[in-house]
């Protein structure tokens, strides 16, 4: 039980750091995500659940070594309401597919790039994750043919 609470432990600190670059990333993907507010909780939630998780593997690693039974009932609880948040975020995910497809990435995308040269966080933060994932665009280079700024010119 300790290992398996430790692996736990893991994936809640890696949740927990995840989230707090996406929130307070520097480059600015928080902007990207920020247009769908669907999202931008999103990376809320990831950082929510990372905290449990990482407290969650803390009292079951503790609870298993002491065998206490008091860290053991919270270890319990968080296990049953992280089972509903799971539950509750399957649901939403269900309720809201249409704002997770590339479809929409895609509409974004055409709506506020404005080209190479711009200051816009948006622009800015779409170059940065294509040089970053050596990528053009959602689906391919012809994502820009349609956007505002190359129909102006």
């Not at 928080?30 to 990482?54: C, D």
């Not at 039974?69 to 309720?95: Q, T």
Request: glycine share 10%; aromatic share 18%; charged share 15%.
């Amino acid at each position: 039980m300790f290992i398996f609470n430790f692996f736990i432990f893991l994936g809640g600190t890696f949740l927990l750091g995840l989230g707090v670059w996406v929130i307070v990333d520097p480059t600015g993907f928080r902007e990207i995500i920020a247009a769908n507010p669907l999202m931008f909780m999103g990376a809320y939630l990831v950082l929510a659940m990372g905290a449990m998780l990482f407290l969650l593997g803390f009292l079951g690693c503790c609870g298993a070594i002491r065998e206490n039974k008091c860290l053991l009932l919270f270890f319990f609880m968080f296990i049953l309401v992280i089972f509903l948040a799971e539950l509750s975020a399957a649901i939403l995910a269900f309720l809201f597919r249409e704002n997770l497809t590339r479809d929409f990435f895609t509409k974004e995308l055409k709506k506020h790039y404005q080209g190479n040269n711009s200051t816009d966080i948006f622009t800015s933060t779409w170059n940065s994750v294509m040089v970053t994932f050596e990528c053009c665009g959602v689906n391919g280079p012809e994502d820009f043919g349609e956007t505002l700024h190359f129909k102006a010119h």
